[in-house]
């Protein structure tokens, strides 16, 4: 028997069953699938997306976009102010996303510690299954040279006396292709897609790909199934067929807006009610320069460098972390302010063109409490999230802080993507334009690759939906296994993180599972 199944394929409803039913393929999904199978369990992982293999990935963006990202890359807030980067493929962001592999920062499970009563330390000490994922997914430290575009990075930090770090990556192999958004052609990243899911299958688990999850049936405090239906060519659900599923145990992978979105669905209790609330983004600003030289940030690896030297602030401003992204034609194209001549006038430089980001470090003040993921009129999530004050203060200081770092680092044009930027040709120029800017949504561009919360822990059930084992408070046999269940942003990539707890998290589930 064949250990996936595309449930486009069905021709009729189906009935199954399973010891451990898991939501979801990415980072959460993929690895209790592997921790649960090992266990002797039978496991049933869904995806909503399809199952691809290296054979299917071709480095081109046109493929790629509408294939493996949630609705074709083209995922936005509810006012559309701002873009979220989200995968929707088996292995989920981690056959996607570019690498960087960081464990979760000190100030953030210290601030979790206050005000939620999460104390990862002593028995729930995160360090060992950090130490686990990093073994298994080969996160280390990347040892080739930057490639152009993080060598910005680095210069500039250097000539300005700033923290900088080499990134850690889950690679293998890796050709420094620099493609790792469209998929990995040769299996290098360590992806769920090549690591823990086919370890998984080959221990019995089985696969369903192209399967929406609607929403689970509940009594009590238990859940007693999933209702199911499979998606058509274009990922919408369809209703002519209906797979109705049961288990013992219920894991909820499905990321911080598609999980919170099934539990909205399904109507599930919600006395401290902030089940979809308090979903960060990282809200992303993007700066782009032009050097003499060729800087070619296609090519290489997508990230090997950051900065922290911003994401601490001392005081109650925001903090944002310092990073490179790609720079693929596409991704720019839709990215790069101005049109006409202006826009190709920019795209014709498209080689000597460097990017860099700051991520907005959003949950830790009272004006940065994050958005809210509803239904609309066909039961589908979207994220209502507000740009307040606080954070455009921030955005504006992200901006100044990549600005001064590229031209540092030899630039000889900065061009912040805001609409009303243009090319400026030294640090103190771009200083003074930038201060005047507008920080207003639809004129300055706002991005983000990393969602969070939604379904957040707590110890104490009046603010959380979760416990600190990912347990849902009020339905003793679901458990979720994403980043949804973060109670702030990080202040780093989350991918590590949700590796780490949830290796952590099945360990306990085990424990528990053994002595019912």
């Not at 680095?154 to 990134?167: D, M, N, S, V």
């Not at 993007?286 to 990230?303: C, D, R, Y």
């Not at 707590?458 to 980043?483: C, E, T, Y």
């Amino acid at each position: 028997m064949t250990q996936h199944i595309d449930a486009s394929q069905f021709t009729e409803d189906q009935h199954l069953e399973a010891d451990i039913v898991i939501i979801g393929s990415g980072a959460g999904g993929g690895i209790a699938a592997e921790q649960l199978a090992q266990a002797g369990l039978k496991v049933l992982l869904l995806e909503e997306g399809a199952y691809y293999t290296h054979d299917d990935f071709v480095m081109e963006e046109r493929w790629a976009y509408p294939n493996l990202y949630q609705e074709g890359a083209g995922r936005k807030t509810r006012d559309q102010a701002i873009s979220i980067l989200q995968g929707r493929t088996v292995g989920g962001s981690t056959t996607v996303n570019w690498t960087t592999s960081i464990r979760t920062p000190q100030p953030t499970l210290d601030y979790w510690q206050s005000e939620f009563g999460l104390n990862f330390s002593a028995s729930n000490d995160l360090t060992p299954y950090f130490v686990k994922a990093e073994q298994r997914l080969n996160i280390r430290p990347w040892p080739v040279p930057p490639n152009g575009n993080n060598s910005v990075i680095k210069r500039g930090c250097e000539a300005l006396g700033w923290q900088h770090t080499i990134i850690s990556r889950n690679v293998n192999g890796c050709a420094n292709l620099g493609y790792c958004g469209m998929g990995c052609p040769i299996n290098g990243k360590q992806s769920m897609l090549v690591s823990t899911i086919p370890a998984a299958l080959a221990l019995g688990a089985m696969l369903i790909s192209r399967l929406s999850v609607r929403k689970f049936t509940w009594q009590g405090d238990s859940i007693s199934g999933i209702d199911a239906v499979p998606v058509n060519q274009y990922f919408q659900p369809r209703n002519d067929i209906r797979i109705g599923i049961k288990a013992k145990h219920y894991i909820l992978a499905a990321g911080a807006i598609g999980s919170p979105a099934i539990l909205l669905r399904s109507k599930v209790p919600d006395p401290s009610g902030r089940l979809g609330k308090h979903t960060y983004l990282h809200p992303s600003l993007v700066s782009g320069a032009l050097f003499t030289e060729a800087i070619n940030g296609h090519a290489g690896a997508p990230q090997s460098v950051y900065s922290d030297q911003f994401v601490w602030p001392d005081g109650s401003d925001i903090g944002y972390k310092l990073e490179a992204a790609p720079v693929h034609p596409v991704l720019m194209a839709t990215k790069l302010t101005g049109s006409g001549q202006q826009h190709a006038a920019l795209m014709q430089q498209f080689n000597q063109l460097q990017v860099t980001i700051a991520l907005l470090r959003d949950g830790f003040h009272p004006q940065s409490q994050g958005g809210g993921v509803m239904l609309d009129s066909q039961q589908q999530p979207v994220l209502d999230y507000p740009l307040t004050d606080y954070l455009w203060q921030g955005a504006r200081r992200a901006l100044l802080s990549m600005a001064e770092l590229q031209f540092a680092a030899g630039a000889r044009q900065v061009l912040p993507i805001h609409h009303d930027a243009r090319l400026y040709n030294s640090w103190r120029e771009a200083k003074v334009a930038i201060n005047n800017l507008p920080m207003q949504k639809y004129r300055q561009t706002v991005a983000s690759a990393h969602v969070m919360g939604g379904c957040n822990m707590s110890v104490d059930p009046a603010k959380g939906v979760v416990n600190q084992q990912g347990r849902h408070h009020q339905l003793h046999n679901l458990s979720i296994f994403d980043g949804s269940i973060l109670p702030t942003s990080l202040g780093a990539n989350p991918q590590l993180t949700i590796y780490g707890m949830t290796w952590l998290n099945c360990q306990r589930l085990l424990s528990e599972l053994a002595k019912a």
